[in-house]
């Protein structure tokens, strides 16, 4: 799918886990995937208006600096992001192998995975992104938003993913969701930039 990248526009993008497996029903690996985005965040001047984790997918509206960054491209931001957090994840699963409770709170087969990792560590190797557990699908969908009406529906398509795939029935009480910070007022979990509409 081709990827646009014209100045000022948001991007809403969705990116999933590799065979769609549930990864992020564990809330350390939602908390590891925040706080990459805030590296990034920083790294590239990143405005992040709105993301639901779910189990399975990502979706996120963001926009970053043409300007400032000219080379940037919303692929490479994504790539980056991405990487970075299968860096983090294999690095905690390597951390929690001795846990009589790891294997059942991971909630998928990592054992070929967490081995290799195992073997590096083992020998002295440092856990590249390049040598993390596989964690996302290849590629990214990407919509451009230009107008506050298109801005609106995909935050409501946004806020009521939970909802939709079943993870809960209240969304006051769906932890990883910038409704929070919408309708709460809640910066708590992850601070979201507000878009100037």
């Not at 992040?48 to 960054?69: G, T």
């Not at 990407?142 to 909802?163: A, C, G, S, V």
């Not at 993870?167 to 507000?194: A, M």
Request: with cysteine.
């Amino acid at each position: 799918m081709q990827k646009y990248n014209q100045p000022g526009d948001i991007h809403f993008v969705t990116f999933r886990t590799f065979k769609n497996l549930p990864i992020f029903k564990d809330k350390r690996y939602c908390e590891l995937f925040l706080e990459n985005c805030n590296f990034y965040r920083k790294k590239y001047d990143l405005k992040i208006f709105s993301y639901a984790i779910l189990w399975e997918h990502i979706h996120q509206m963001i926009r970053f600096d043409m300007e400032k960054f000219p080379n940037l491209t919303i692929s490479q931001i994504i790539h980056d992001v991405k990487g970075r957090t299968a860096q983090s994840i294999s690095k905690y699963i390597f951390s929690q192998m001795g846990s009589r409770s790891f294997y059942a709170s991971a909630g998928i087969n990592l054992r070929q995975g967490i081995k290799a990792l195992s073997t590096q560590r083992r020998e002295g190797k440092y856990i590249s992104t390049r040598d993390c557990l596989k964690i996302w699908q290849t590629g990214f969908y990407d919509f451009n938003i230009y107008t506050e009406k298109k801005f609106r529906e995909k935050l409501k398509y946004i806020h009521n993913n939970p909802i939709k795939h079943g993870l809960t029935d209240d969304i006051s009480k769906y932890k990883f969701c910038s409704w929070r910070n919408y309708e709460l007022n809640d910066h708590s979990i992850f601070k979201i930039d507000f878009a100037e509409y």
